[in-house]
């Protein structure tokens, strides 16, 4: 498909155990965003990878969170030892960019939930 | 750090009125601004955008009005029509695309 795709779309897992929640954002988009969205909150800015530069990991919670961008194409977020709180909707998001301000298209999102 | 904020969280509209929603920002390194869109279980789809260079937009029924020195931005919908009831979210962006989001504010329009 043209558009962001993330997987799994929906994940339970036990509190303690890892996750990883996968984005693959549209081709040539140089720009790749991680949000989360928990239960009637905002939009919670997590991380942004701009082509080859040092991400802006300054919205990750804590040390349990990490992303990687392989390839500058697929991302992943990685969870450790997950906790009740953890629980939400992840949202990541590319756009074109390349030096130009343009609108970020969002996949559908993975729910977490941690039990 | 809230450096875009919605400070209502909601806003009820009858159909056919103006639904006005608004967004202040603090960082003045924001130059690009957008509004999305969400419906339930759905990612935020994009509205609609403007540049700082630029101090209205209008598309259709939908406007954004930039006052920069205020930092605040609106969105204006003319005529509110029921569909148009959602999530909307205000977002800025600095000149490295670094995007930050405002906490939303939940459209209602009542036929």
């Known amino acids: 498909g043209a558009g962001v795709s993330q997987s799994p779309s929906n994940k339970v897992t036990e509190k303690g155990k890892d996750v990883e929640l996968r984005c693959d954002p549209i081709s040539g988009h140089t720009a790749l965003y991680w949000y989360r969205q928990s239960l009637g909150q905002g939009l919670e800015f997590l991380i942004y990878?701009?082509?080859?530069?040092?991400?802006?990991k300054s919205g990750l919670p804590s040390d349990r969170f990490s992303a990687e961008r392989t390839g500058g194409s697929v991302s992943t977020l990685t969870i450790q030892r997950t906790q009740q709180e953890d629980s939400a909707v992840y949202l990541c998001?590319?756009?074109?960019?390349?030096?130009?301000?343009?609108?970020?298209?969002f996949g559908q999102g993975t729910r977490l939930t941690v039990v | 750090d809230q450096q875009v904020k919605q400070n209502s969280p909601s806003l009820s509209v009858q159909e056919g009125r103006i639904s006005i929603l608004n967004c202040d920002y603090t960082?003045?390194?924001?130059?690009?601004f957008l509004w999305y869109k969400k419906y339930p279980a759905e990612g935020p789809t994009f509205l609609i955008s403007?540049?700082?260079?630029?101090d209205k937009n209008e598309d259709g029924r939908f406007t954004v009005f930039l006052n920069k020195s205020a930092k605040h931005l609106s969105l204006h919908i003319v005529p509110s029509q029921p569909g148009d009831s959602a999530v909307y979210f205000c977002a800025a962006l600095n000149n490295n695309n670094d995007m930050r989001f405002g906490a939303g504010t939940r459209l209602t329009v009542k036929p």
């Open positions: 403007i540049s700082s260079i630029k």
């Open positions: 990878f701009q082509g080859n530069s040092a991400p802006d």
């Open positions: 960082n003045s390194m924001f130059d690009y």
């Open positions: 998001a590319s756009s074109l960019s390349g030096g130009m301000n343009t609108e970020a298209f």
